[in-house]
DNA sequence: CGCCCCTTTGTTAGCGCTAACATCGCGCGT
DNA sequence: ACGCGCGATGTTAGCGCTAACAAAGGGGCG
C-alpha cells in the first residue's frame, strides 16, 4: 500500500467512473449514454441518467478536450468592449454559441497596437479552441500564418473581402459609406465633410466610400476630409463639429463614420442654434439605440450587427464539423435610415 | 508494429515532448523551464526557450488543467450585455485577468428566470473555473449549494452584502438609491416619483433606498412609485414620463432607477416644453457617458463600475492562490453628480 | 442449422501535461 | 576522507475522459 499523497484533482468530484460503478457498467458506457444516447439500451440509460442525478455528476470538459481534442471553445477576436457596435455582434455569437454547447473566449485586440492580434491569437491557442471568430479582415501575415499552421477554422465578420478563401459574413463598408455619400448629395449638398476617428480598417473604408461618391459627383474637397486617431466619444464628435464649422463655415453636410460622433455633433448643432439638416446635414453609421432620440433624429446606416455575430457563429460551427466544406460568404447588406438629420 | 489508425489530437501541434526531444531534455525539464524558469540552470533555459521559438511550441493549457487541476480560467455570470453598465465591470475584469493569464468564461443569466442563473453555472462548471464572479448577492439557495459542494472560491460584485462570509466587491444601491432621494429633497421637491425598469434586485435596492429617504421626509406617495416589469430603454422612459405628467401633474421630481430612463425622460420633456429642473427634476443612475450630453444635462449617481470589475477579479485570483484567506469586503461607494436636472 | 450482421457493451491505450518522489553530482564543513 | 545539504534533472504515474478496436448475444435468412 502506498503512502503516497494523493494529487490535485478539481475538487475531487464526482467522475463518470464513480457513476459507472455506482450503475456497474464500465465508463465508456456513461460517456456514450451522455453522448450518442440512442447507442445505449433505454434501460440503461434511465439507470445512467439517475445516477448522474444522485451523485451530482458534472462532466469534466477539461478532460474531455484532451481526449477527443475538441475543446467546445470558440474564440472571439474584437477591437473594443467599448464600442457598443461589437457588444451587439458579441450579444448574436452567443445566441448561437449557448444553443449549441460552446462556450466563448474573448480577445480584446485594441486599435493602436498592430502585432496585438498576434500576440493576443497565440494566448488563445494555449486554450485549442475549435474556431476563432476575427473582426474584418485585414489580418497581418502573422495571423494568417498562425491561423493555417494551427489548422483552426476560422471565420471573419463585420467587413466583405474580395480573396475567394476567406470565410466572412459582414456587408460592405465600402458600398455603406459610398450609400451615405450619395444620400447626401441627393439631398443637394456639395460641400460635404467626411469625418472619421479610431482609423480602424472598416472605417476607413467607409470613408473610402463616402470619398468615391463625391468625386464621382465632383464636390469632394480633400480640405473637409478629416481623420482622427482619437478614440470615437460624443465630445469629440462636438469638438471636431465646433472646429469644423468655423474653419469651413460653406460646409453643408457632414458624413461621419460612426453614431458617436454624430450625437455629439447634433448635441453641439442644438446648443449653438444651428439648424440641422438646414445649414449642416449629417449623417452617421450604425444606427445606435439613441440616434432616433438626438434633438435632430439622426439619419444613418443600420448594420445588421446581432445577425452577423449570430450568423458568423453559425457559419463557423458548420466548417468545424465539416473541414470539408467550401468557403461561404454571407453578405447582410445594410440600411440607410431616413431621420431629420439629412 | 500497430497498424491502429492514431488518435485524433489537436492538429497534430508541437507537444512538450517534442521540444524536450529536440533539445535532449526530459519532458518536465521543459515544463519547468517555462512555469518556474529560476528551477532551470540558464544553458537550458536558453536552448529549451530557443527551441519553443523554432518548434512554434504553443502550451496546452487543456493537458495542464486536467494535469494540474488549475484551468486558468473565471466564469463570470452577469444578467445581460445590452446594459452597457455590465460592459464596464467586464472590461475592469478583463483588465486584471489579462493581466494574470487567465480567460474569461461569460455567462448571461438574464433578468426574467430564476433558475437561469443555476443552469448557467452547472454549464460553467463542466469547464472547471478556477473561481467564479457573480452579480449581485442574492443567488439562490441551489447556486450557493453548488459553488460549495464544488468548491469554487466565488467573489459577488455590483451589490454590498450582509453577510459576513460572502466575499464581495461593490458599493451599497440602498444607500446610493437614498443619497438620490435626499438630493431630490434638498431641491426642495416634495412630490417626488420613483421608476423602475428591469426589475432586478440591485434596481429595486436603490428604490427601497430612495423610498426610504421619502418617507423619513414624510412625503412618500405609492401613487407615485412606478414598477415596470420591461427592460429599461430610452422609449420606456419618455413614455412612462409622458404617462405620469398626465396622471399626477403635481410630481415635482423624479428618481430614475437608471439613465437610459431619464435619457427618454429629458428628450420627451425637450419635446413637449417641460421646463426641467424647474417644472420638472430628475436624477438617474449610473452616469453613462451620455449623461453629460442631454437637453438637460442629467444629474445621476456615479458607480465605479470598472473599478468594481477589476478589483473583483483581483481579490477572487488571490482567494484562489490563498484559499485560507479570510473573507474580504471592498466597499467603492457611489458619488452624486450634479448636473443640470436636479 | 450455420452464417452473417447488427446492436450493445467492454477493454485498452492514450490525449499532453504536471505532482510527487527519486537521483545525481557538487561544494562544503569537519 | 566522509557525509550532508542543496540545486538541477529525471522517472513514474495519473488527471478524467474518449477513439479505436473487440467481443458477446440475438435475430434473420438461405
Request: hydrophobic fraction near 45%.
Amino acid at each position: 500500500m502506498q503512502l503516497r499523497k494523493t494529487r490535485a484533482s478539481f475538487s475531487s468530484r464526482t467522475t463518470m467512473a464513480d457513476v459507472a460503478r455506482d450503475v456497474g457498467v464500465s465508463a465508456i458506457t456513461v460517456s456514450r449514454a451522455l453522448r450518442t444516447p440512442e447507442t445505449v439500451s433505454e434501460a440503461l440509460r434511465t439507470r445512467i441518467a439517475e445516477a448522474c442525478d444522485r451523485l451530482g455528476y458534472v462532466p469534466s470538459r477539461v478532460a474531455s478536450a484532451l481526449a477527443s481534442a475538441r475543446s467546445m471553445t470558440i474564440s472571439v477576436l474584437i477591437p473594443s468592449l467599448s464600442n457598443i457596435v461589437f457588444i451587439d455582434v458579441i450579444v448574436g455569437i452567443k445566441e448561437t454559441l449557448d444553443r449549441l454547447g460552446y462556450q466563448m473566449l474573448m480577445g480584446i485586440t485594441g486599435y493602436d497596437d498592430p502585432g496585438a492580434e498576434e500576440r493576443l491569437l497565440r494566448r488563445h491557442l494555449e486554450f485549442a479552441p475549435d474556431g476563432i471568430l476575427l473582426t474584418g479582415a485585414d489580418q497581418s501575415e502573422a495571423v494568417r500564418a498562425l491561423l493555417k499552421s494551427f489548422a483552426v477554422p476560422s471565420v471573419h465578420m463585420m467587413d466583405d473581402c474580395a480573396w475567394p478563401e476567406c470565410w466572412w459574413v459582414g456587408f460592405s463598408n465600402f458600398d455603406a459609406g459610398a450609400a451615405a455619400g450619395r444620400h447626401l448629395l441627393a439631398n443637394g449638398r456639395r460641400r460635404v465633410a467626411i469625418v472619421a476617428a479610431q482609423l480602424d480598417p472598416r472605417s476607413v473604408r467607409r470613408c473610402d466610400g463616402c470619398r468615391a461618391a463625391l468625386v464621382e459627383a465632383g464636390c469632394y474637397d480633400p480640405a473637409l476630409d478629416l481623420r482622427l486617431p482619437q478614440p470615437s466619444s460624443i465630445a469629440l464628435g462636438a469638438e471636431v463639429t465646433a472646429g469644423l464649422v468655423a474653419r469651413n463655415p460653406e460646409c453643408d453636410g457632414v458624413f461621419f463614420c460612426n453614431d458617436d460622433l454624430a450625437h455629439g455633433a447634433l448635441f453641439w448643432c442644438g446648443q449653438q442654434g444651428i439648424a440641422v439638416p438646414q445649414r449642416l446635414a449629417m449623417i452617421g453609421f450604425h444606427d445606435l439605440s439613441a440616434s432616433a432620440w438626438t434633438p435632430t433624429p439622426l439619419t444613418t446606416v443600420e448594420t445588421p450587427r446581432a445577425r452577423i455575430g449570430r450568423d458568423a457563429a453559425l457559419l463557423l460551427t458548420r466548417r468545424i464539423a465539416d473541414p470539408a466544406m467550401p468557403p461561404q460568404h454571407i453578405d447582410h447588406g445594410f440600411q440607410l435610415i431616413r431621420r431629420a438629420s439629412a
